[in-house]
């Protein structure tokens, strides 16, 4: 086991008897315990034997009655026997599925484990390593040999549980991560799957038996060909932050991770991926730079709280030199925005303060004019262009004294990269 932590047998041996060594065998002499299970009183001590080695070296001196075959074992009830039993029923448990990498677990009856702590303090061993260590490592061994692949007690494709108590082998698959950015071109689309809020997802007649608020997201156009190809379960989409449904996200899009849960198959061609879904969701959601990530992206991806740019089309007639001299007032100045109705169900209501780094008037027509803005992470362009009845401040319709509306909103650059 490479990887394996404590009990692994590095070599040379090193094992020496003494004295106090020799006072817990002879306090776990007659306790009916098999050899492994003897070995493993003092499975902590020393270095480079497998338990029923250790049991063997103790046994030297003729001192101690023959162990008992594991079968009859006092205290596995021969847990430690029939190895290929258990290799056999994980290849079963793992048929179809692709995986390199591994670790081993088991459930025992609680008794026996108690058993086992009673025992160690009975004989007065400090060196007693568990019967679940001892198992892992030895199963682990076992499926190394007969697979050729890797086990260890460190993130791994699989993980295999054997439960002794019912003779079975339970296998949990790890999500693979992809990372990438987004485009989004359609403005009738959230970013995740949206279940349906008045059946949460079961399918009702609000949601025509879907089960979502909307046919479908960005999440789900990414995913589509990547499930079909990983036979995934499912997925979980982490953005690094998301725009409105109606807004379009352009430029060099937002960098996102998808997780997928339990993929089948592991190995993926990510260019053809994005080609597939170029293809697929054709006109509404484009992907850049798909490669294949790990759960640290995950973090990195939502931790991220980089300024934005937008562009706005600002519905509203005001003068030219009016608007940007209220533009100029507005960039580089504290705003304060307490929390949107429109995201009060899922944001705590307060104040928050944000400002906008740089806005250029780049259009005026008649009826609406047009900006580009950055402005830092968390604000609320949409409530700064209209006020949101007074709750932020100061905001440009309030500056040119007159009501605005946003008519569209998209984002054109997530500046990541200069944070
Ligand atoms: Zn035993
Ligand atoms: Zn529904």
Sequence with gaps: MKGGGEGVPPSPVDFAIDAELLKVVD????????????????????????????????AVPGSLPPFPPTATCALCRGGFDRWSTWVDRIERAADGIEWSTFSCGCRWDPEILAHEELI???VGSQWGESA??????????RVEARTGKIGGSGPADVVFVADLMVGRVEVTIRPIYLSGRYVKLDRTIPQTRWPCRSCHGRGCTRCEGTGKMYPTSVEELIAAPILAVTE???TRFHGMG???????MLGDGRPFVLEILTPRRRTVDPAALQAEIQRTAEGRVEVRGLAVGAAADVARVKEARPSK????VVRGEAPRDKINEALKLAVDRAIAQRTPTRVAHRRSDRVRTRRIVAVDLVAVDPG???LELRAEAGTYIKEWVEGDGGRTEPSLAHSLGRPLSVESLDVIAIHDAEM
């Excluded at 902590?44 to 497998?50: A, I, K, S």
């Excluded at 740019?309 to 706005?312: A, Q």
């Design 120 to 122: 160690w303090s009975k």
């Design 132 to 141: 679940r260590s001892a198992f892992n490592r030895e199963l682990g061994k």
């Design 232 to 234: 995934g379960r499912g």
């Design 309 to 312: 740019s937008y562009r706005v």
């Design 242 to 248: 998301r725009e409105d449904i109606d807004a379009r």
């Design 368 to 370: 609406r004019f047009t």
């Design 27 to 58: 306090h776990g002499r007659d306790l009916g315990l098999c050899a492994e299970c003897f070995g493993r009183v003092v499975g902590r001590y020393g270095h480079g034997l497998t338990n029923p080695e250790r049991a063997e070296r103790l």
